[in-house]
């Protein structure tokens, strides 16, 4: 097996830095984004099994297995066949290749891209493992995802070391109707300035599933987020178990079980803050956080310092908006008493501001999913 990968780690458009971010804080070397937002570093087993359990703010890690020009398809099938596919795929194991994507590329057809990738592989592994031509290959063991992607004829050939996206955590086993993801709550999280001194008050007014306070709690508590939760990696004959188990082992002496947390979720529906509660216990935080079935309007608070994050309804259907304007204009008007707390309201409402009554100091685009959406950032005064 080879010792050094080049790896890939997948988000959501806009969150790069922030992934870029994560890996160098855990110490993965030549972390780079390169002109397409793509964040490349280098790693052993040990490093795919580390960023896998700790990025909060990226969707996958994949093996970068090979990069070349591709104009033909039979510089296609020459160039797939030549990546060593012999050394990564053992007998037996599925190969399917999932995923081919051409953007501005010669090669336009994807299911051709993706049956001539496919064509190359099984050809490469009938040579390695000595099969006569016309006789398939048995796929039945474990999986190896392959994705093509074509970009200005430049072919990157990547295997998905993760299986289910990251952002599913293993602790959320129920969402209502407008979750946010689990990365890009984190992603938010990472954007506030709570973690500078997270002993500081922490709420959610709108907490529905409570994914913003679960993933500040785990953000504090330095909780590594894969930790109960499976990978695509580990199913690989030559992935050593013990690899993983010594990652999750020191993720488990990294938990900083000293720090007071001051973490609140509220919700107006008693059914979500059910929801969050059985969330929080699956997490491990059920003593970390507290929830309460309670009406934004309603928050009143002496604490100084605070920071406040919500993602409250947005007027998707043209009869709610309505609804939504009035609720922003009571968000403004609640948390305008709150001069020292930071504000971060994430929603794609592009007249919230003017529904809040107030300018945001700072605001970033991000997407939740497709929707484009805006985090508006009102910062509290600093406290003499
Ligand atoms: N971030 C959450 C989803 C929030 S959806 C998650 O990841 O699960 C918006 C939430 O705002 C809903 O749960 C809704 O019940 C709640 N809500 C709507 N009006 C409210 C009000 N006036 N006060 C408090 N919560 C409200």
Redesign the pocket.
């Known amino acids: 097996m080879q010792k050094k990968f080049k790896l890939l780690a997948t988000s959501s458009s806009g969150l790069e830095s922030l992934v870029a971010r994560e890996l160098r804080n855990l110490e993965i070397e030549n972390v780079s984004i390169d002109d397409r937002s793509r964040v490349f570093f280098e790693g052993d087993l040990a490093e795919i099994a580390k960023a896998n359990l700790w990025l909060r703010t990226a969707d996958r890690v994949k093996i970068v297995v090979g990069e070349f020009k591709a104009r033909t398809f039979e510089e296609l099938f020459e160039n797939v066949y030549d990546l060593p596919w012999d050394e990564l795929i053992p007998f037996g194991c599925q190969f399917p290749v999932s995923k081919a994507k051409s953007v501005k590329s010669t090669l336009h057809n994807e299911p051709s891209i993706q049956s001539i990738t496919k064509k190359a592989i099984v050809k490469k592994l009938q040579t390695t493992y000595h099969r006569p031509e016309g006789v398939p290959i048995p796929e039945n063991g474990a999986k190896f995802s392959i994705e093509i992607a074509l970009h200005k004829d430049m072919a990157t050939v990547l295997i998905d070391t993760t299986g289910d996206s990251l952002f599913k955590r293993g602790y959320r086993s129920e ?2 109707e ?3 993801k689990e990365n890009m ?1 984190a992603s938010i999280i990472l954007l506030t300035n709570w973690l500078a001194n997270p002993s500081r008050a922490f709420v959610d ?8 306070t679960i993933e500040a709690a785990m953000l504090a508590l330095n909780m590594a987020p894969g930790m109960n939760r499976p990978f695509a990696f580990t199913a690989w004959p030559w992935f050593d178990e013990e690899i993983l188990k010594q990652e999750k082992a020191l993720a488990q002496k990294q938990v900083r079980k000293d720090l007071e947390l001051d973490i609140q979720g ?4 008693g059914k ?1 803050i059910e929801i969050a509660k059985h969330n929080a216990l699956a997490a491990g935080l059920s003593d970390v956080i507290k929830y309460k079935q ?4 309603d928050f009143r608070t002496d604490k100084l310092d605070g920071v406040l994050v919500s ?3 947005y007027g998707v259907r043209l009869e709610d908006e309505e609804a939504v304007a009035a ?1 922003y204009g009571e968000m403004g008007k609640t948390f305008a008493p709150l001069e020292t707390w930071s504000k971060y309201i994430l929603t794609s409402d592009v007249a919230f501001e003017k529904h809040y009554g107030a300018k945001a100091t700072k605001k970033r685009k991000l997407y939740n999913g497709t929707l484009r959406t805006d985090l508006y950032m009102y910062f509290g005064k600093r406290m003499k």
Do not use: E, Y
Not at 294 to 297: A, C, E, F, K, P
């Open positions: 969402k209502g407008a979750p946010l709550a007014p709108t907490c529905g599933s409570g994914t913003f509220f919700d107006i529906d979500m309670m009406r934004l309007q993602n409250p309804p609720l």
